[in-house]
């Protein structure tokens, strides 16, 4: 399938990697291409090529896309950050499948604590391929640029106070809700740690659907806030 419908070359080497590192199915494999997974993951907006080594460029950034579907979720069109974050947390199974199977969850609101003073990561992940910790700060308006100073910073301490001698330098993602790309490209130019911004889209289940959906009561008793 990979050599009939795709014909560019570093698309079929993203199909085969994908395919192999995630067993997709014959099914599966052709709704990516479908979709042109490889363009999202092309079009992801990021400072790689000045945070890291030529070698890891290609390698962190097929890890990840320029927008995520959120739909899943089942939130109100309407929603705040918080309840955001903690949709994703009560989901995080589906969320995993977002990212891909070499994502492990470490957890949400993670704290940083210099000179007495605390700091949260909404959400922090490990990536075992990478061996990289990877922050994800959530927002739920338009990309500005102290975002990404603000995860720099976050980055820098992870590095400083959590971070393990043999693993590689921490990853930030910005997941806003849209974004000017040359705003972007401009913000990153002044970020010195690995960072990228990706978009979410989000519409609300039909009522009908969002039923059907597997519960997930123990990971809601693990995870969430609310009793």
């Excluded at 979709?35 to 030529?54: G, V």
């Amino acid at each position: 399938m990979i050599l009939s419908k795709v014909k560019d070359t570093p698309q079929r080497d993203f199909y085969l990697l994908k395919t192999k590192e995630n067993a997709w199915s014959r099914s599966i494999l052709e709704e990516k291409i479908k979709i042109d997974l490889y363009a999202q993951h092309k079009d992801f907006q990021h400072n790689f090529d000045k945070a890291l080594t030529t070698t890891e460029v290609a390698k962190y950034t097929m890890q990840f896309k320029d927008e995520y579907d959120l739909s899943f979720l089942n939130l109100s069109d309407q929603h705040n950050e918080k309840e955001l974050e903690s949709a994703i947390v009560d989901n995080i199974t589906k969320m995993l499948g977002q990212f891909g199977s070499d994502f492990s969850f470490m957890g949400q609101q993670f704290r940083l604590e210099l000179d007495d003073k605390e700091y949260f990561i909404d959400l922090l992940f490990y990536h075992r391929k990478l061996k990289s910790m990877v922050a994800i700060e959530l927002k739920i308006n338009e990309f500005k640029p102290e975002y990404s100073q603000q995860l720099n910073w976050y980055l820098h301490l992870l590095d400083k106070t959590v971070k393990y001698s043999d693993d590689n330098p921490s990853i930030g993602i910005l997941l806003c809700k849209s974004k000017s790309e040359i705003t972007v490209k401009y913000a990153l130019e002044i970020v010195n740690n690995p960072m990228g911004v990706a978009t979410y889209n989000y519409s609300q289940l039909p009522k009908e659907i969002a039923q059907s959906l597997p519960a997930e009561n123990e990971l809601k008793q693990i995870f969430s806030n609310t009793p």
